[in-house]
């Protein structure tokens, strides 16, 4: 009720000062509790962890993990923060953030803006929430996609303690060149380098944190082959399905639709859950899926859990529907 009164104000401003606003209103009302939705229990294993239910927050929203408590307290069984780099940067110039309400869609180049993984770590530390909270990793725009590894290794050591999982996102459309790294060589070099040393700090620290990759829903029938061959043989612990897409298709003729950058929400719905039932279909359920993109009702939920997702994570959703969204496909969901 409250979103429904707030959205109309939060609509007519820049989106990205709306984002800013949103966080700020939401972490103010949290601090008076006036948020403190009562979690809805469906439990699920997955990975190894035990999730109260299958809804989460996908990355983006809260890049620093500066709001993972007040996020919380809105009902999602997990919570997903970054993407995060080694080092801080301001991300593309701005406008980077672009509404298009009649598709409910958005349009954005962010360009992994963050304040860096240090500042990140301090963030979660100061956060009293004890439930499931995925890292979200990247490497920084100035790295030459050839060092890459070394950009996602820096932020895996820095955040393993901290996280239940840690995403390695090399699917956004907006850092250069950082989607060759789903293809080829460059991927299994990712893979290979990352799992040793998971099993070297699951070693020194007796705890095992699963490593979970991002994807783009902008593969062709061989990437994902080659992708889920590579995660198989490299024992990767999850997979999310997927990133934002580059097609226009939805949006070419409305204003705002031919911007450079990410495209999310309803209109990246069939081809991401068509590149999560490929998954599915090739996996085998031999790894579990997690499905975003463009879930904007409980109904679309169940459609990723029915083309092979796990869990199911929210994004633009939100933004057009609110965080009765989060009920909607918890009770949905089977």
């Not at 606003?21 to 006036?34: D, E, I, R």
């Not at 070099?189 to 007796?206: D, F, G, V």
């Not at 109904?299 to 633009?316: D, F, I, R």
């Amino acid at each position: 009720m409250m979103y429904s009164l707030a959205r109309p104000l939060l609509f007519s401003v820049a989106p990205e000062r709306a984002h800013e606003l949103t966080l700020s209103w939401l972490q103010k009302a949290y601090s008076v509790g006036l948020v403190n939705t009562k979690l809805i229990e469906k439990p699920i294993t997955c990975m190894g962890i035990e999730f109260p239910n299958p809804v989460g927050l996908a990355a983006g929203l809260d890049k620093n993990g500066s709001h993972i408590d007040a996020l919380a307290a809105l009902g999602f069984g997990f919570i997903e923060v970054g993407t995060v780099t080694p080092r801080p940067q301001a991300g593309n110039e701005q406008p980077r953030l672009f509404r298009i309400q009649k598709a409910k869609a958005i349009i954005n180049r962010m360009g992994f803006n963050n304040d860096g993984v240090d500042q990140l770590v301090e963030n979660v530390k100061a956060s009293k929430y004890k439930g499931v909270l995925g890292i979200n990793i990247g490497k920084n725009a100035d790295t030459p996609v050839e060092q890459a590894v070394d950009d996602y290794l820096h932020c895996f050591e820095k955040v393993y303690n901290y996280a239940s999982y840690v995403t390695v996102n090399i699917s956004s459309p907006n850092t250069k060149n950082l989607r060759s790294l789903q293809n080829g060589e460059a991927l299994t070099h990712l893979l290979e380098t990352l799992k040793n040393r998971q099993a070297e700090l699951a070693e020194e620290n007796q705890h095992y944190v699963p490593l979970v990759l991002k994807v783009a829903p902008d593969l062709s029938t061989e990437d994902i082959a080659f992708i889920a061959k590579q995660l198989l043989q490299y024992k990767v612990d999850g997979l999310i399905v997927t990133n934002t897409t580059l097609s226009r298709d939805g949006v070419t003729d409305l204003p705002s639709g031919n911007e450079a950058g990410g495209l999310s929400g309803a209109p990246v719905f069939e081809k991401s859950t068509t590149c999560l039932r490929s998954f599915s279909a090739v996996l085998k359920n031999q790894i579990p899926l997690i499905g975003v993109g463009g879930i904007l009702s409980g109904e679309q939920a169940l459609a990723k859990q029915n083309a092979g997702a796990n869990l199911v994570q929210l994004y633009s959703g939100l933004i057009y529907t609110g965080p009765k969204l989060i009920k909607d496909c918890i009770h949905t969901m089977t």
